[in-house]
């Protein structure tokens, strides 16, 4: 993943600044979309996670600190959606 960030579009998109958002979106979706398909094995829910996973980084970016790599960060949000999104399938199936 692509970390070579600069520290104001980092800072900018802790302050809720819509366009780097989509900066960070457009640079990170497609590596995340791969290493989320890795996890949850399906391309259908691999795409759900992503998108989960942005809305939870944008809802968080207070917390991030803009001096961490921007990519490990993200790749923990999207493990930890991932593995949600496999409970909830795993859920799914002991309910039918």
Do not use: H
């Not at 590596?31 to 980084?57: H, K, N, P, S």
Request: aromatic share 12%; hydrophobic share 45%; charged share 40%.
């Amino acid at each position: 993943m692509p970390d070579d960030l600069d520290g104001d579009l980092l800072e900018r998109f802790v302050r809720g600044d819509r366009d780097s958002f989509e900066l960070l979106f457009r640079r990170f979706e497609r590596d995340l979309y791969r290493w989320v398909l890795r996890i949850v094995g399906d391309r259908a829910a691999a795409e759900d996670v992503v998108v989960e996973t942005f809305w939870r980084c944008y809802r968080s970016r207070a917390r991030f600190q803009p001096a961490r790599s921007f990519g490990a960060w993200l790749r923990r949000i999207a493990t930890n959606a991932a593995i949600d999104e496999l409970k909830r399938v795993q859920a799914e199936r002991r309910v039918a």
